[in-house]
């Protein structure tokens, strides 16, 4: 069982294939695309102690035909996609409950408690930490009122042992310069870091996967040559490669090849927005998280990067670069010293599930197919963790995490 083929590059699969080849595996690593092309070039660049709270949380579905009916809202459906994610969006809405949510939580907290530990080596042995910063994460409100709600969130994080410092607008803005006059209340989470450049940390972890023997193939995988025992090689628009054991790790665009081993999950497209202004004067030492508005802003090596948007539908349907646009105006009233740029905009979909938490796991019927996808927000965060239990799986060791509340068959 020594050759392993990943499909799928992005900061799941890499980290997936770094810590096989450690574990000894003959690893290649197969993208239709350069590594970290996909969702994960394009993200906030966010990890850390700050990420354990779900998507569905109590009070969720009061809010619902607000999110759905303004068109101003951040999170939008994509209704021609809508036979594609009813399982998920009616999913989402039956978590919206505490007991739920709380179970969600210690899961996405289980995992991301060991983030730091499984990501140093790789970053350390890639010659990367020049990539990684580590100044907490600001999340800052214009009303008391948006605070007050964030605080279930918050509230949750501190059950869980996780940092959480309240300040008032004007010692947000000392540490912060750059932030507007508007910001009235700040919570730092300082247990978080970033990178400055998230597609290249993920091409400098591939890069170093190659230098230590491993085989990067650029093909679109379309399924799998099966025998009695399960699959014997996945099957590509570049050929058949062959292989003991396979790891579904692409992302959003997992779900098909997950279904054509008899693994079917809600997985969605969460899409989301970002735009990239490459002369902005306002810079920031950290992300800054306006829950508000739904932003996310962070001086990347490239320039301010504003970050929002969950718009569920189709990975493939083509981007609405409206919403771009509409996280830039955002981004301006939180900080006026951005410049006029009209910036260059990305689309990039998050693979998300219904409980917000991701899929590590052996395929249920198919025991040398590892399954590694669904990563929602937090796919650059969780990639190392995964990448190592996915090794554990691999060899037959016991996992580091108990693994029962990622399982496939849950939904
Ligand atoms: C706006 C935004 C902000 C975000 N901010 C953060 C953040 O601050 N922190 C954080 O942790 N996460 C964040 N995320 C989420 C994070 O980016 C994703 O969870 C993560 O990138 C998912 O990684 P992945 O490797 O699973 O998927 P991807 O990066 O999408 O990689 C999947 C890869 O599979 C390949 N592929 C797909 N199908 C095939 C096929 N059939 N054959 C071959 N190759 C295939 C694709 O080309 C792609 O390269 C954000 C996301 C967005 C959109």
């Known amino acids: 069982m020594r050759r392993i083929l990943v499909i799928g590059a992005g900061a799941v699969g890499t980290c997936c294939a770094l810590y096989l080849q450690r574990a000894g595996f003959a ?3 197969v993208d239709r695309d350069a590594p970290g092309a996909g969702c994960s070039a394009g993200n906030s660049g966010g990890f850390g102690y700050a990420s354990c709270v779900p998507a569905a949380v109590p009070g969720l579905r009061r809010r619902v035909p607000a999110m759905l009916f303004d068109r101003r809202s951040p999170v939008t459906v994509r209704w021609r996609d809508l036979p594609r994610t009813w399982r998920f969006l009616s999913g989402v809405l039956a978590n919206a409950r505490r007991e739920v949510a709380e179970a969600s939580a210690d899961a996405r907290h ?21 990539l990684v910063e580590r100044e907490g994460l600001l999340l800052v409100y214009e009303t008391d009122e948006g605070l007050a709600a964030s605080r279930y969130g918050l509230d ?3 059950r869980r042992g996780i940092a959480v410092e ?54 679109r995988v379309h399924g799998f040559e099966m025998t009695e025992d399960g699959p014997r090689a996945a099957l590509s628009d570049g050929g058949r490669h062959e292989a003991d054991q396979f790891v579904i790790a692409a992302g959003a665009w997992s779900a098909s090849l997950a279904a054509d081993l008899g693994v079917r999950v809600p997985l969605v497209a969460e899409r ?3 735009v990239e202004l490459a002369g902005s004067k306002a810079r920031f030492r950290r992300p800054i998280n306006a ?23 189709s990975p493939d349907a083509a981007p609405d670069f ?3 646009r509409r996280i830039l105006h955002h981004a301006r009233s939180l900080a006026p010293a951005i410049c006029d740029e009209e910036g260059v905009p990305w689309m990039g979909p998050r693979p998300s599930l219904p409980d917000s938490l991701p899929i590590i796991d052996r395929a249920p019927r198919h025991p040398n197919v590892l399954l590694a996808f669904g990563h929602d927000q937090v796919g650059l965060a969780l990639a190392a963790i995964t990448g190592k239990l996915v090794a554990e799986l691999a060899q037959r060791r016991r ?6 509340p990622y399982r496939a068959d849950r939904f």
């Open 27 to 29: 690893v290649s690593l």
């Open 110 to 130: 289980a995992l991301q408690r060991h983030l730091f530990d499984a990501y140093a080596p790789l970053i350390e042995a890639a010659g990367a930490g020049h």
């Open 156 to 158: 949750m994080r501190r």
């Open 166 to 219: 309240t300040m008032s607008g004007d010692e947000a803005r000392e540490l912060e310069p750059a932030l507007s006059p508007s910001i009235r209340h700040a919570v730092m989470l300082p247990q978080v870091g970033h990178t400055t450049d998230p597609l290249l940390l993920v091409r400098t972890l591939a890069e170093h996967f190659v230098r230590g023997g491993g085989q990067l193939l650029r093909a």
């Open 272 to 274: 989301g927005y970002n």
């Open 291 to 313: 829950p508000e508005r739904h932003v996310v802003l962070t001086s990347m090596r490239s320039g301010l990067r504003v970050t929002g948007i969950a718009e569920f539908g």
């Open 322 to 324: 409206r919403q771009a």
């Open 399 to 404: 996992p580091s995490v108990d693994l029962t």
